[in-house]
């Protein structure tokens, strides 16, 4: 996949993936604490996560002071990744990328959109983390598996977690033969509390922050700084220069940001203001609806936050923008929130009832995986053969009226129910889908906000 301007400048940026053996290695804490430490000490951290995560980012985002990034293939695509790592790094001293799941564990059991497959696209040195709770002497035989695993991916070093004393430390170093970088004790004091969907959220707990005074004491910052700087200069896209519309010319977009509705890609956002939309963030918790000429919804947590929706005076005011026309765009959590109700621990709370369906929480994750679609061509705003790549991960079903219209056909992935996704009523649309935009989605949701706009719909 070539960039679009088919211009290539090279560029020298440190960085290093935190990738782990597994998932609940502790790689998530001893990244966001190595990124804490980093900024302690006077760093510049840009921050990614590798995958289709919202939480974790949001631990870095808050660590670091630069919004954290996504680095997934299956949804950028390599000049994708390139594009974003280029632009994101940009007056940083240092990226540090923590990868998902284990290192080489990749879409469908495949290498696909693995930390390993990203580190590789992003010539990157790779700084493993491994659990030595309960062993010694055979952590080393796993230390080699990964390290010959595959030879196009290169493990610098070992970050050893969950050391038991000094004793254990050293049967583990005395037959070392991958530098070791860190060897952390275990802190239960520093564990991060989690539910259904992952770890809470950065602004719920601030443990990961705090646990760069831990890997401060005990791993070798300077040894790591030296092998992010080592890492070879990298091919990527030029920067392709936009004129974006003076600010009295462009529409407002409103962008949920609260307890409740927190799951976003720093990327879609800016795509969004570089297609000309101004992104101004509301709370539908707390807030009355400000002036915009247009909403977007993402995920979160609105079953958690049921009573305070069903309560808060933007619930009236968004239902009765949208049935004007405004474009509203959700996305699962969204969703949830623009259908009639929403079904949670016992309970029924009203919801913007814009959507024809019912929100139902459910015990088991209801779907779980990478999502590709296409808008289809039927009368409306969200029409026009648009392509649509993203994630899905949920808790919760929507049971839909009998008319219920979809916007989007899916080759892969659940969705709503029946191969569809984005039920449609109106201008708004609600689909489980988590999307990764592209330009052309952009550019047909500002529009559509700017024609709302001066068609005088803004109120």
Known sequence: MKPANNIIMQAEIPRVVIAGTHSGCGKTTIASGLMAALVARGCIVQPYKTGPDFIDPSHHTLICGRPSRNLDFCMMGETGIHRTFADASAGADIAVIEGAMGLF???????????????????????LVVDVHAVSRSIHAVVKGFRDFDPRVKITGIIYNRIGSDRHRQM?????????????????????????????????SPAMKTYGRVI?????LDRILDVARAA????????????????????????????????YYQDNLDRLARAGAEVRPFSPLSDTLPDMDAIYIGGGYPELHADALERSRCRAAIRDRAEAGMPVYGECGGLMYLCG??????????MADILPGRAVMTKKFQALGYVKGTFGNRPGLWTGSVAIRGHEFHYSRVECSSDARFAIRLS??????????????????GEYTHAYFTDAFCK????????????????
């Open 412 to 429: 892969h992935g659940a969705g709503i129910g029946g191969g569809n996704d984005g039920l449609v009523e109106h201008a708004t649309l």
């Open 341 to 350: 109700s929403l079904e949670t621990d016992g309970r029924t709370y009203a």
């Open 105 to 127: 564990d990749g879409r469908g059991g495949s290498d696909t959109a693995s930390a390993a497959h990203v580190a590789r696209i992003l010539k990157a040195p790779v700084i």
């Open 232 to 263: 070879p200069p990298l091919n990527v896209p030029a920067p392709v220069a936009q004129k974006i519309p003076a600010a009295r010319h462009r529409p407002i977009i409103g962008v949920a940001r609260d307890d409740a509705f927190c799951f």
């Open 216 to 220: 401060a004491e005990r791993c070798d």
């Open 444 to 459: 047909k949701f500002v529009a559509a906000a700017a024609a709302f706009r001066k068609n005088g719909g803004r109120r």
């Open 172 to 204: 583990i170093a005395d037959e070392e033969f991958v530098p070791a970088l860190g060897w952390v004790p275990r802190q239960p004091e520093s564990e991060v509390k989690s539910r259904h969907l992952g770890l809470v959220m950065a602004r719920e």
